[in-house]
């Protein structure tokens, strides 16, 4: 569990990155260390934004720059933290390891409980409103229901500001998730980071951004 925000630990959410099929260099350069020749990128910057309750915003992370995701996270959680925003950074649902879960497999409506804070017949009620199939052991399930556990247990935390993404998902989920936070943020700002993907020949693929989403191009600083 990742710790941010005002001292809570983060729920966890279901992550992969694009990587372009085309060489991205347009931004790329290369310095000399040692002999080495280390291949370097200008940062990303991250613009002053609204955190307002009722706020949703969509950041979209330049094509080839999919590797400074972490860096555009702190970005963010930083710039709440001086707005005196609380903030969860959401990240995949994982199961436990170790003993214990091999002798007893862990209930996903243990871990929801657990991640948010909340009561087992209120994490159950929660993933009945999902909308997606989720299964009973924790790690019988796949990306989506992952990608929903991680969101929800965040919001049960009750943060300012919810920096989630929706990378490894296919359209339908993308929408399901982007919809989902929608109908149960509106008392916190959803900042939803919007990695680059791409088609099979290269072309860029268009986003998938939540609905009356305020969408910002991110460029390098």
């Not at 330049?62 to 702190?74: C, D, R, T």
């Not at 933290?81 to 995949?92: D, G, Y």
């Not at 009561?119 to 009973?136: L, P």
């Not at 099979?200 to 986003?207: C, E, H, M, Y």
Request: aromatic share 6%; net charge positive; proline share 8%.
């Amino acid at each position: 569990m990742l710790g941010t925000g005002h001292g809570k630990p983060c729920p966890v959410f279901f992550r992969t990155h694009y990587r372009p099929s085309t060489p991205q260099t347009s931004h790329i350069s290369f310095c000399e260390s040692g002999g080495r020749r280390i291949l370097s990128m200008p940062a990303i910057a991250v613009p002053e934004l609204d955190f307002s309750p009722g706020q949703v915003l969509c950041l979209h992370i330049p094509h080839g720059f999919h590797l400074q995701e972490a860096a555009i996270e702190q970005g963010i959680l930083r710039a709440s933290q001086h707005a005196n925003k609380s903030v969860l950074i959401c990240r995949p649902a994982t199961g436990r390891r170790g003993l214990r879960e091999f002798i007893r497999r862990q209930r996903t409506v243990e871990w929801l409980a657990r991640a948010g804070d909340i009561s087992k017949a209120d994490a159950a009620q929660v993933i009945d409103e999902f909308g997606v199939t989720v299964r009973e052991i924790m790690c019988h399930n796949a990306g989506t229901p992952r990608c929903f556990l991680g969101i929800a247990a965040a919001i049960c935390r009750k943060p300012d500001v919810l920096l989630y993404s929706s990378a490894g998902l296919d359209p339908l989920g993308r929408v399901a998730v982007h919809h989902y936070v929608a109908a149960n943020g509106q008392n916190l700002c959803a900042v939803h980071l919007s990695g680059a993907s791409a088609f099979g020949d290269g072309t860029p693929a268009p986003r998938v951004c939540p609905p009356r989403a305020r969408c910002i191009e991110l460029q390098p600083g």
